[in-house]
């Protein structure tokens, strides 16, 4: 079965850089567009970032454009969310998501902490 | 940037009925939006009810199903069920180049 496991969140300070991942197994990486969707303690979920399954197409939410780059190495079935020059209001717990013709599946998700 | 509106709290009773909508600013909602709607309970990560509008996977229960009306997009539970008590989101797609959510349903089943 699909299986999405997040990691690489924590604490980190304004203004500095922190890279997650999100290991895929159970279906064919490379087939499908991967989604980064995070969401702040008490809040709503929040699109953040979404990459085509050849990783050739990569799309933002305008509150990270310029700051945060998704990308995917699609030989280790992995997808990755590079965040610089984070802020107080990037503090969510950050999941990755499959999605396509056949639905969407999620992890669990991983938690990022910025504070100084 | 579009932004995507859902009620932001329903009650409904045990066996009851309700419908959960969800609009945008743009226009009216279509199939071209590829309307999604998750369930998330506390604590817990979303899951996936519905994809594509009325799609279901093999975890959603029959109670729910998915559909456009009036101009958006629509998620109806017949027969509620205490269980069913969680926060519904809707996200739309925009062209495949953003996805917007919506600020999301607390539904409570009373």
């Known amino acids: 079965q699909v299986q999405l496991v997040e990691s690489g969140g924590g604490v980190v300070q304004p203004g500095r850089s922190l890279r997650l991942s999100c290991a895929a197994s159970g279906f064919t990486f490379s087939s499908y567009g991967m989604q980064w969707v995070r969401q702040a303690p008490g809040k709503g979920l929040e699109w953040v970032a979404v990459?085509?399954?050849?990783?050739?197409?990569?799309h933002y939410d305008n509150s990270v454009k310029g700051r945060f780059t998704i990308s995917r190495d699609n030989s280790r079935n992995t997808l990755y969310l590079q965040m610089n020059s984070l802020r107080v209001e990037d503090t969510a717990v950050y999941y990755c998501?499959?999605?396509?013709?056949?639905?969407?599946?999620w992890g669990q998700g991983t938690l990022v902490t910025v504070s100084s | 940037q579009a932004v995507v509106t859902q009620e932001p709290s329903l009650t409904v009773s045990p066996g009851g009925t309700v419908t959960l909508t969800c609009g945008s600013s743009?226009?009216?909602?279509?199939?071209?939006?590829?309307p999604y709607w998750f369930q998330q309970k506390p604590g817990q990560a979303p899951r996936t009810l519905i994809y594509?509008?009325?799609n279901k996977h093999s975890w959603t229960p029959a109670r729910f199903s998915g559909s456009l009306l009036g101009g958006k997009a629509a998620l109806s539970l017949s027969g509620a069920q205490p269980e069913d008590e969680a926060d519904y989101y809707c996200?739309?797609?925009?062209?495949?180049?953003?996805?917007?959510f919506g600020g999301g349903t607390k539904l409570t089943v009373l």
């Open positions: 594509d509008t009325n």
């Open positions: 990459i085509t399954n050849d990783g050739n197409n990569k």
């Open positions: 996200l739309l797609s925009y062209s495949s180049e953003y996805w917007v």
């Open positions: 743009t226009g009216a909602v279509t199939s071209g939006h590829y």
């Open positions: 998501a499959k999605y396509g013709g056949d639905g969407c599946s």
